[in-house]
């Protein structure tokens, strides 16, 4: 096994497609960054990348699927600020955030949108406040199950404004944006990497983003911050980081990690992550050990968050 582990026995690493496992449904937020990030690692990886979608069970099934998954390098992780609230919303997960994973890096930080069916009449967030108060105990959440990112959103804006929703989980915010487009569910808050297209094309109603700033992305840039509707504090933008399985032999690891290194500075890739407001993680947690420092910080940032709102949890 030391052999195994030894520089030579995976000098020809990767000789065969390198899958990146997304934990949600295609044509979601998730699904844009790996798909960018595939394109991005394709030419310093010297390989095939394919995606896989596992949804389901808030991007838990997929990433269980990857902790499970052989440590050799061909299976690796897409995932997000999900990796650091699963822990405190299912009590029996088949893995432990901080043991089963090797870090690889982070990759981009992605603001949220609060986005309303196209009927909806409120022609601003006032106007949609007061709509809330109005419908208390009829109004349908969308998201994209328990320790998504589109569940944290909603579950702090439930909190914050005390008020119950009837949240509709979807095995992604892909799947959830067209029943909001097609109506059957009222308000959603999603990351811009999936609203930014339909919010232009006028698909659906944006009327904040949950970021402490407004953003400058064309589409986006005239939507004020929950923070200045009233929302105190409010501040969710939604990091994505790669993960492999726990016991990757680390001269793979370290290919790995290059290439992320490498694709984050690709200029294709930029363009594309930020016209739709994403931001590239371009610091310390790019380095594996800094990554798994920041996740569980995270951890411990959303686990008592998540229980003081658990009474608005789904
Ligand atoms: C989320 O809400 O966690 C993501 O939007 C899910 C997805 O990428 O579909």
Not at 41 to 56: C, H
Not at 76 to 95: D, E, F, K, V
Not at 128 to 152: D, F, M, P, T, V
Not at 182 to 191: E, H, I, R, S, T
Request: charged share 20%; hydrophobic share 40%.
């Amino acid at each position: 096994l030391a052999a195994l582990g030894t520089t030579a026995a995976w000098a020809e690493y990767p000789e065969k497609p390198i899958t990146i496992v997304v934990p949600f449904a295609a044509g979601g937020p998730t699904d844009k960054v790996a798909r960018d990030l595939a394109e991005a690692l394709r030419k310093p990886l010297n390989a095939t990348l394919v995606i896989e979608n596992v949804g389901g069970a808030g991007g838990t099934l997929g990433a269980t699927k990857v902790a499970k998954a052989a440590p050799d390098g061909y299976t690796i992780l897409l995932h997000h600020i999900g990796m650091s609230t699963s822990p405190a919303l299912y009590r029996n997960m088949q893995y432990k955030t901080l043991d089963d994973f090797e870090y690889l890096g982070l990759v981009n930080e992605v603001p949220m949108t609060l986005i309303a069916k196209p009927s909806m009449a409120a022609s601003n967030y006032a106007e949609l406040s007061k709509w809330i108060a109005a419908n208390q105990g009829k109004i349908n959440l969308a998201n994209a199950g328990l320790g998504s990112a589109s569940h944290l959103c909603g579950l702090l804006f439930q909190s914050t404004l005390k008020v119950d929703m009837t949240t509709v989980p979807y095995k992604g915010t892909g799947p959830a944006m067209t029943d909001l487009i097609g109506g059957q569910v009222d308000l959603m808050c999603d990351q811009t990497t999936n609203t930014s297209s339909q919010i232009e094309s006028g698909k659906v109603k944006a009327y904040a983003v949950t970021t402490s700033k407004r953003l400058t992305a064309p589409a986006l840039a005239k939507l004020p911050t929950l923070d200045e509707m009233g929302l105190k504090g409010f501040n969710v933008s939604i990091w994505h980081g790669v993960y492999a399985p726990k016991g990757t032999p680390k001269p793979v690891l370290d290919k790995l990690n290059t290439a992320l290194k490498t694709a984050l500075k690709d200029a294709d890739f930029h363009k594309r992550q930020e016209a739709l407001g994403a931001v590239i993680v371009n610091d310390a947690r790019n380095n594996p050990a800094d990554h798994k420092k920041f996740v569980e910080a995270e951890i411990n940032k959303w686990g008592p968050v998540i229980k003081a709102a658990g009474q608005y949890a789904d």
